[in-house]
């Protein structure tokens, strides 16, 4: 007999081996036989199982089902497949510690005990364990000597909110000043959220910006004629980069500056976050002198809200002028992104949901989206409510002769949410309250002035309280270091922690102060902090924009 390949060679088919005889198959033998026996010998039973093998054996594709049909069988014993009418009810796991929105049960139990405390002294003794031989000093270097042609022109848009623009101005003064280009006063963008159409002028002192830069960045509030011909007074015929997020100012070395040569005007839009923040000495400086020395808010802005920051300080003029400044986000578009659930009512569910379709259109809803709010609790990620706030700053030893100032915009369900906060602050006050209604009037359809105001009531107050995050506490801490010797004196909880807690409602009163007292110590020791290299230098100005300093020099100028 010739052999045969088994593996087929290269460009032919190899030819299969010859059929076996049907006689010679053990399979047909057997079945033969069993077919043979005498019907009158075998059960009903067991006629059944002949029938059954003798199908399978016929049939050998059938084996391949053979695991389904074993995991369904097995299924099936265990109980969880059922072919009758009733469905399954299956034990759900217990809710994580901390999951469940339980805060309104924990007030009720320990309110009796909370307003009779009377040993609370805390705007007194707030930031008493901060390091003072680590205190600093602003630190900013101007240039005295004139500018070398500039290379061109730049125009970016900046785009978000108050603070999130602040941030592409500090970066756009930076990366202009490193390419040696002339920086156009930076336009706005318009957000489908913050609907604000507020211009640069509006919202900061355009020439106080100018005059201050003019020895590191030429700054010009219009392109020359000459240029804009070449690009038929268009902006749109301008070259535009698109840059990615983070980029590092070799980028803008190597990609930006070549066209900027060629062409003498480029655009980059948009602009927020494209500039690392591990960057060169040079550019840290200039960021620095932005942030800090260049933008004022315009003369309206920074007069009214001076005036609210004295109208605070004469409330609270019996604890020497100290007030407590909070940063509350619990506005209906930051409640329905959290995507958390607080009442868990089905008005609160109807309104979340209209929230996020008007603002989020579909963004929510993708197939395959799973969204656990219990999870979402767990890690943190929850606004606090005004009644979270009130419980916290109460057991930091905050009690009911406090003044505080609430930067914030319009509450969820105001009345409801605001009543248990207002019960435990009494003293409490908004701009709406400090000032009339003719002295916002200019401001109230303009949400990045009326943030402007917030901002600034709130840079003057012995303590900064943040409960959610975002780019407007995070200036602010920086801001305060700048201000106050490295300190940010502000309070940052740790809402993982707040979540088990206010989760608990077993907890006694001395126990949950306890806890509290611990989280604003926390806080205290953490206001000095050096910038990290991927830090924000908007957070950590030290060491880039401060100098260290001992006590008893630290109030003199740089």
């Known amino acids: 007999m010739h052999a045969y390949n088994r593996l087929p060679s290269s460009g032919h088919s190899t030819p299969s081996p010859p059929h076996s005889p049907i006689s010679r198959s053990p399979r047909y033998r057997r079945s033969k036989q069993a077919r043979s026996f005498p019907s009158g010998r075998q059960t009903l039973a067991q006629r059944a199982a002949w029938f059954l093998l003798s199908i399978l054996l016929r049939r050998q594709g059938i084996f391949l089902f053979a695991p389904l049909i074993y995991i369904s069988c097995m299924l099936l014993y265990m109980g969880t497949v059922s072919f009758d009418g009733i469905p399954s009810i299956t034990r759900r796991a217990p809710a994580a510690p901390g999951s469940v929105y339980r805060s309104p049960e924990l007030y009720e139990k320990i309110r ?20 003072k031989a680590l205190e600093w000093r602003p630190c900013l270097n101007r240039s005295s000597e004139g500018l070398p042609e500039s290379n061109g022109y730049i125009y970016i848009e900046a785009n978000g909110g108050l603070n999130q623009q602040r941030t592409s101005i500090c970066n756009a003064v930076a990366v202009a000043g490193y390419l040696n280009a002339t920086l156009l006063i930076p336009n706005f963008h318009y957000h489908s959220i913050w609907r604000d159409p507020s211009k640069f002028s509006d919202i900061y002192d355009e020439d106080h910006f100018i005059s201050t830069l003019k020895h590191d960045v030429q700054v010009v509030d219009e392109i020359p004629n000459y240029i804009m011909e070449r690009f038929g007074h268009n902006l749109t015929n301008v070259y535009n980069f698109r840059v990615k997020a983070w980029s590092s100012i070799d980028y803008y070395r190597e990609i930006v500056l070549p066209k900027l040569l060629e062409e003498k005007f480029v655009r980059i839009s948009p602009f927020a976050n494209r500039l690392s923040f591990d960057a060169p000495p040079a550019v840290q400086r200039l960021r620095c002198l932005a942030n800090y020395e260049a933008l004022k808010f315009a003369s309206p802005i920074q007069d009214l809200g001076n005036t609210l920051v004295s109208r605070m300080k004469e409330l609270s003029a019996n604890d020497d002028g100290k007030y407590v400044s909070v940063h509350l986000r619990f506005e209906e578009d930051m409640v329905a992104f959290s995507c958390c659930v607080f009442d868990g009512g089905d008005q609160e569910k109807l309104d979340m949901i209209a929230a996020r379709e008007k603002g989020w259109k579909g963004k929510f809803t ?9 999870a979402i609790r767990t890690n943190g990620k929850c606004p606090l409510t ?3 706030v009130g419980l916290m700053l109460r057991g930091m030893g905050f009690d009911k002769s406090t003044s505080i100032y609430l930067a ?26 400090l000032a009339s209604a003719e002295e916002l009037e200019p401001y109230k359809n303009f949400s990045s002035r009326m943030a402007a105001i917030d901002y600034t009531v709130c840079l003057h107050s012995e303590v900064f309280v943040t409960t959610q995050g975002g780019n407007f506490p995070h200036f602010l801490m920086g801001h305060r270091r700048f201000l106050y010797n490295g300190h940010s004196k502000t309070i940052r909880p740790d809402k993982r922690k707040l979540a088990i807690l206010f989760d608990n409602p077993n907890i006694g009163w001395k126990s949950f102060k306890r806890q509290m007292l611990n989280m604003r110590v926390h806080s205290d020791s953490k206001g000095f902090e050096l910038k990290r290299p991927n830090d924000s230098i908007y957070t950590f100005p030290c060491p880039d924009c401060m100098c260290k300093s001992n006590k008893k020099n630290s109030t003199k100028s740089p």
């Open 408 to 433: 914030s915009g319009r509450i969820y369900n105001s009345e409801k949410n605001m009543a248990p906060l207002l019960d435990m602050f009494p003293r409490l006050q908004t701009k709406e309250t």
């Open 366 to 374: 993708k197939p395959g989206r799973v969204i656990d709010p219990g």
């Open 386 to 388: 005004p009644l979270e």
């Open 112 to 131: 009796d005990e909370m307003e009779s405390d009377n040993s609370a002294d805390a705007i007194s003794t707030i930031w008493k364990q901060s390091h």
